[in-house]
Nanobody, 116 residues
């Protein structure tokens, strides 16, 4: 069983920063990729960024230049540094873990609210 624990969400003013962390626990040897998704009110869940086991990173257009994804904790976790936050970034952010065998795991989500 694999479990993902997210932390770091909260309330921030426009232009501010937040750092989200996701820690993976359980029995697995290697990670294929980890990423972040978000669900903005009234919209479907959307991809934000991911990092693969070889360190390749990619970002959705709305967050390019503002968000940075990085692997950590012996590659059993991932962080998302979010700068210059905008009100349209408000939503629930989810961590996703994909294993080489195709197994997919999701965290419970953490709320990010950008408001003055």
């Amino acid at each position: 069983q694999v479990h993902l624990t997210e932390s770091g969400g909260g309330l921030v003013q426009p232009g501010g920063s937040l750092n989200l962390d996701c820690a993976a626990s359980g029995r697995f040897l290697r990670i294929l990729a980890m990423g972040w998704y978000r669900q903005i009110p009234g919209k479907q869940r959307e991809w934000v960024a991911h990092i693969t086991n070889d360190g390749s990173r990619d970002y959705a257009d709305p967050v390019k230049g503002r968000f940075t994804i990085s692997g950590n904790k012996g590659e059993r976790g991932v962080s998302l540094q979010m700068n210059n936050l905008k009100p349209e970034d408000t939503g629930v952010y989810y961590c996703r873990l994909r294993l080489p065998g195709g197994e997919d795991y999701w965290g419970q989500g953490t709320q990010v609210t950008v408001s003055s």
